[in-house]
């Protein structure tokens, strides 16, 4: 985006309307206030007001250096009376020439009424405003028509570039420990997933779980993993099936082991047993799209691309994501091909990922099902009639790359 583009919107004195999700006023503070500007967070009161989220965002916004000088105002989110009285405050402590109001975030009624305070305001000092707001669909910053103006629409999706940790800090997470950003046996996992669309192949790999993974490896009362002890002793014997010839040889050619039973402590995996079979049973998949997405991380413009994001305060069910610009993608794996337990796991990994990357996050589901479509088109039905939703199924698996790539640019606002 020309860096020039939005000069003429940047104030000095923005006002932010501070709602769930503090996103859009983090992209809205960073590209729409003046040097040594002021940004005033209207926020609501009591036990489900947004001081909070005002209070996060204000840090971050001092953090990013983008002011040194924020303000709270609180006002009862539904009475237009306080809405009004709070935006005049607003305004009449801080004496500038230009001033914005961004009202992407808060909600309806606090849209309404703050609009409609700072038209008089504006009017009253003879002062033209900038009335903006961000449009999750688009990726774009929307500009009202003021004084015989036209509306303006500006593309923003990539003028600010944020990390896992920008959003997580938003929210008030922090990280457990440092997500992957390198994915395990990435030509095993690619070479895996290929086999993996043939039928053959697919029916092969899941025999070889269910018989020889298995029984040596889970606990049979409970799924978990045996013991430490009783891991380090398993050989495994890997499959002999021509379907799965290339995998096997690949996975030894990884793990730089020779021919034979193959044990499950390896320095890849830190000597852990129970890593190894991690990755054996299903996160495999995960490595495979975190490759994936490091390969077009040039490409399509995608500054950070991670697995294993684990707060320390909430359960979080995305497995990977990547950022292009503020906007995040997240991905939920699964060698699964139950449709209950799918749509399970993707409805999860869609309210947190919409949670921490509010209504501009894309999610997609990449699976073993044979029907992505039908399955997409009941979850898009049920909860996502906006089209936020991807499904990836087996057959997608040999060609991810190309499916991932071309989704990517259909749900980023701009070509290429």
């Not at 991690?278 to 495979?288: R, V």
């Not at 991905?331 to 509010?358: H, N, P």
Request: with cysteine.
């Amino acid at each position: 985006m020309n860096s020039q583009a939005l000069q003429f919107a940047k104030t000095e004195h923005l006002l932010l309307l501070v709602g769930s999700n503090p996103l859009p006023n983090a992209v809205a503070g960073k590209l729409l206030t003046a040097p040594d500007g002021t940004i005033s967070l209207i926020h609501s009161g009591g036990a489900t007001g947004t001081a909070e989220v005002a209070q996060r965002l204000a840090t971050w916004l001092k953090e990013q250096e983008v002011t040194q000088s924020v303000k709270f105002k609180e006002v009862e989110e539904s009475n237009p009376t306080s809405i009004s009285r709070g935006v005049a405050e607003c305004l009449e402590v801080i004496k500038v020439q230009r001033v914005g109001l961004n009202y992407t975030g808060g909600t309806k009624a606090m849209a309404v009424h703050a609009y409609r305070a700072m038209e008089r305001w504006t009017k009253e000092k003879s002062i033209t405003p900038v009335f903006s707001y961000l449009d999750a669909r688009t990726l774009q910053m929307v500009f009202d028509p003021v004084a015989g103006s036209n509306e303006q629409r500006i593309y923003v999706g990539r003028a600010l570039e944020l990390r896992p940790a920008d959003l997580l800090a938003l929210h008030g997470w922090t990280l457990r420990h440092e997500p992957t950003g390198t994915p395990l046996f990435p030509t095993t996992a690619r070479v895996l997933a290929t086999a993996c669309t043939n039928d053959e192949g697919f029916k092969d790999w899941k025999g070889w779980i269910e018989k020889e993974f298995r029984p040596k490896c889970r606990r049979s009362d409970k799924e978990d993993w045996k013991n430490k002890t009783h891991l380090q002793a398993v050989s495994l014997t890997l499959p002999t099936s021509n379907a799965l010839g290339e995998v096997v040889q690949s996975l030894r050619s990884e793990l730089q082991v020779p021919e034979g039973d193959l044990g499950l402590a390896h320095g890849a995996f830190g000597n852990e047993p129970k890593r190894f079979c991690e990755w054996l049973y299903g996160k495999w998949l995960e490595h495979y799209v975190l490759d994936i997405l490091n390969h077009l991380a040039s490409p399509l413009c995608l500054q950070e691309c991670a697995q294993n994001i684990v707060p320390n305060e909430v359960e979080f069910d995305v497995d990977v994501m990547a950022l292009r610009g503020y906007q995040l993608f997240a991905f939920s794996c699964s060698t699964d091909i139950q449709k209950s337990l799918l749509k399970l796991k993707l409805f999860e990994a869609y309210v947190r990922a919409r949670q921490l990357g509010g209504d501009e996050v894309r999610v997609a589901l990449v699976c073993c099902v044979d029907d992505p479509d039908g399955l997409e088109h009941e979850m898009r039905r049920d909860v996502d009639p906006e089209g936020r939703i991807r499904v990836f199924g087996r057959r997608d698996l040999g060609n991810l790359t190309e499916h991932i790539k071309t989704w990517i640019q259909s749900q980023s606002g701009e070509e290429g």
